[in-house]
């Protein structure tokens, strides 16, 4: 019995061993890839903090400059371009809340001009209108009893 549990906690051992080693190379895999990715965020910071203007001509600096300038001396006016579309907008918004309000006064006008037979209400308002309705119902029911 004391040899079987020798012999398993060898095998144990063992197997703790390659697990061990194995893990090892990953790690070492890891430490290299490590030290590429390293190296290559190393140039690249290197290339960021070049001087860009460096690179360029003395036209295409001065052109750079220019257009700086220009578009520092456009942005008040985008401020003011955008304020005044935004005010044009609440206009807009107003009146075609009064022009819906005035389109729906005026159907109801124009309904009440037209003749019974064309969807209007012949004059009456709408009220009138139903009660004339529901009172030419009851005598139609009256006349077919």
């Known amino acids: 019995s004391l040899s079987k549990d020798l012999q398993r906690m060898e095998a144990r051992i063992a197997k703790y061993g390659e697990q061990a080693e194995a893990k090892q190379r990953n790690l070492q895999e890891l430490e290299a890839a490590l030290a590429t990715l390293t190296a290559e965020l190393k140039s690249l910071e290197e290339e960021l903090?070049?001087?860009l203007l460096a690179n360029l001509t003395a036209a295409e600096q001065k052109e750079l400059r220019e257009l700086d300038e220009e578009t520092e001396g456009l942005k008040p006016r985008v401020l003011e371009a955008a304020r005044r579309v935004e005010t044009i907008n609440g206009r807009k918004a107003g009146l075609e809340e009064e022009l819906?309000?005035?389109?729906?006064?005026?159907?109801?006008?124009?309904?009440?001009?037209?003749?019974?037979?064309?969807?209007?209400?012949?004059?009456?308002?709408?009220?009138?209108?139903?009660?004339?309705?529901?009172?030419?119902?009851?005598?139609?029911?009256?006349?077919?009893?």
Not at 107 to 112: F, G, S
Not at 125 to 137: A, G, P, V, W
């Open 49 to 51: 903090s070049t001087e």
């Open 100 to 145: 819906r309000e005035n389109l729906e006064r005026r159907i109801a006008e124009v309904k009440a001009e037209l003749p019974l037979e064309h969807g209007g209400t012949g004059g009456q308002d709408e009220s009138e209108h139903t009660e004339s309705l529901e009172k030419t119902r009851r005598e139609l029911e009256e006349v077919t009893r």
